[in-house]
Nanobody, 123 residues
Framework: QVQLIESGGGLVRAGGSLRLTCAAA????????RGWFRQAPGKEREFVAA????????YYANSVKGRFTISRDNANNTVYLQMTSLEPEDTAVYYC????????????????WGQGTQVTVSS
């Protein structure tokens, strides 16, 4: 069974930091582009960051650029999202995903998803 499992979410004050981890099981994703998305209550799922298969290229939403960093460890089939200078607007459920084909900025091309981890930023 293929699984993506997120961890590292929690409650943090504005200006704080969190590091999200996405571990994969049941399949090797070393050749896949990996992404992070988030979804706040009442809003659509939105792109946060993505990283290509070897880590040479990274992509960020404008709202998180300069504050979040995506990285990966293919030896351990894991992707990370380091989040700093967190703002209340970053509050959402964060999902990791693996891209099969298509636009890396759109959820539609990602066939593998984790169950999500809640990030709450208080003001």
């Amino acid at each position: 069974q293929v699984q993506l499992i997120e961890s590292g979410g929690g409650l943090v004050r504005a200006g704080g930091s969190l590091r999200l981890t996405c571990a994969a099981a049941g399949r090797t994703f070393s050749r896949y582009t990996r992404g992070w998305f988030r979804q706040a209550p009442g809003k659509e799922r939105e792109f946060v960051a993505a990283i290509n298969w070897n880590g040479a290229n990274t992509y960020y939403a404008n709202s998180v650029k300069g504050r979040f960093t995506i990285s990966r460890d293919n030896a351990n089939n894991t992707v990370y999202l380091q989040m700093t200078s967190l703002e209340p607007e970053d509050t959402a459920v964060y999902y990791c995903a693996a891209l099969v084909a298509g636009d890396l900025y759109s959820p539609a091309g990602y066939n593998y998803w984790g169950q999500g981890t809640q990030v709450t930023v208080s003001s």
